[in-house]
């Protein structure tokens, strides 16, 4: 049972995450084009507010 949740999510996560260059090829690789000239703490802050957000956000829902 877990598995299949895993295997939800993932599909969920690639889902999402295929959006953006599918739908805004050009705003997607300026995007990670900022993303990538970002600094190393700048860097980890952001994914620090992604990995917080995320971990509300399946706090909140489950």
Do not use: H
């Not at 598995?3 to 260059?21: C, D, H, K, S």
């Amino acid at each position: 049972m877990t598995q299949n949740y895993w295997i939800l999510a993932t599909g969920l996560v690639l889902i999402i995450e295929g959006i953006g260059p599918m739908l805004f090829p050009n705003k997607w690789r300026g995007m990670i084009q900022q993303i990538a000239e970002m600094d190393t703490n700048g860097l980890r802050r952001f994914g620090g507010v992604l990995v917080v957000s995320g971990a509300c956000i399946l706090f909140i829902f489950s």
